[in-house]
């Protein structure tokens, strides 16, 4: 028990040398004028403007509407790419006839975009819903198609020896065995729904941490300004983790036994 906890322990100290060493630089360089400090405070300055940000309830604020939007969007991404995925990648007809429409708008930025749903759905939560939405909804559908195609024909073979039913072998085989490349999907989009949402939101937003951000720009308070950018990359990071962890959850038959 003790070996675990100084392996983990020495672990987490090794991933925190190099985010530890950039803070230090960050602070570091700007006092040295390195970097013109107005343009680039230093990191203790960014945390004072972070915490008056807390305290005056500006950041919660606009981090609950930035995550309820980037959040629905993902959500709805995974429902509609997951199973649309699924069903392109096993039936080919079906592929046949979507092919060409995804090849389509899978090469079209969703930032591209972001006028077109503006124009369409207006400035308010439906449009920046949407956008997250369709830029998320690329990566998701596409590993899915490819993680069902890139099933180990040796698998499926041996199942249908089995005489099992197509929706069983597909629930025993296809499924399992193309959970880790839907996954990583999964956590692309989950980088792509917060960057896509914080470009979005500096277009007509009133709230958000890309309206935060912009704001901030717009009035030349600068340590705002990184306190919004910190905050992205923090949720981004928590973000990710939490999707790491639920992969493990999913793929644990993966795991090595340890004899």
């Known amino acids: 028990?003790?070996?675990?906890?100084?392996?983990?322990?020495?672990?987490g100290a090794v991933k925190s040398v190099a985010i530890l060493a950039l803070l230090?630089?960050?602070?570091?360089a700007p006092r040295f004028e390195l970097v013109d400090p107005t343009f680039l405070p230093p990191?203790?300055?960014?945390?004072?403007?972070w915490y008056?940000?807390?305290q005056n309830g500006q950041l919660a604020d606009n981090t609950?509407?930035?995550?309820?939007?980037?959040?629905?969007?993902?959500?709805?991404?995974?429902?509609?790419?997951?199973?649309?995925?699924?069903?392109?990648?096993?039936?080919r007809p079906v592929a046949n006839l979507l092919s060409p429409l995804l090849e389509l708008f899978r090469n079209t930025a969703a930032l591209a975009l972001l006028p077109v749903?503006?124009?369409?759905?207006?400035?308010?939560?439906?449009?920046?819903i949407s956008i997250v939405l369709y830029a998320c909804l690329w990566p998701i559908l596409l590993n899915t198609i490819s993680a069902?195609?890139?099933?180990?024909?040796?698998?499926?073979?041996?199942?249908?020896?089995?005489?099992?039913?197509?929706?069983?072998?597909?629930q025993k085989v296809i499924l399992p065995a193309s959970v880790p490349v839907i996954f990583t999907g999964v956590r692309l989009a989950g980088a792509v729904s917060i960057l896509v949402l914080v470009a979005a939101e500096m277009v007509g937003a009133k709230a958000g941490l890309g309206y935060l951000i912009n704001a901030s720009q717009y009035n030349f308070a600068i340590p705002q300004m990184y306190a919004g950018i910190v905050t992205i990359s923090v949720?981004?990071?928590?973000?990710?983790?939490?999707?790491?962890a639920l992969e493990r959850r999913f793929t644990a038959w993966r795991a090595p036994l340890v004899g």
């Open 1 to 11: 028990m003790l070996r675990r906890l100084a392996g983990l322990l020495l672990s």
């Open 24 to 28: 230090l630089l960050w602070e570091l």
């Open 43 to 49: 990191f203790s300055e960014v945390l004072d403007a």
């Open 52 to 54: 008056g940000l807390l």
């Open 64 to 91: 609950v509407a930035s995550l309820t939007r980037s959040l629905s969007g993902f959500g709805l991404a995974v429902v509609i790419g997951v199973p649309l995925g699924l069903l392109i990648g096993w039936y």
């Open 117 to 128: 749903f503006v124009l369409i759905l207006g400035i308010g939560e439906t449009s920046k």
């Open 148 to 170: 069902v195609r890139s099933v180990d024909p040796t698998l499926i073979r041996l199942a249908r020896s089995l005489d099992l039913s197509a929706p069983r072998l597909f």
């Open 235 to 244: 949720i981004g990071l928590v973000f990710n983790q939490l999707l790491v």
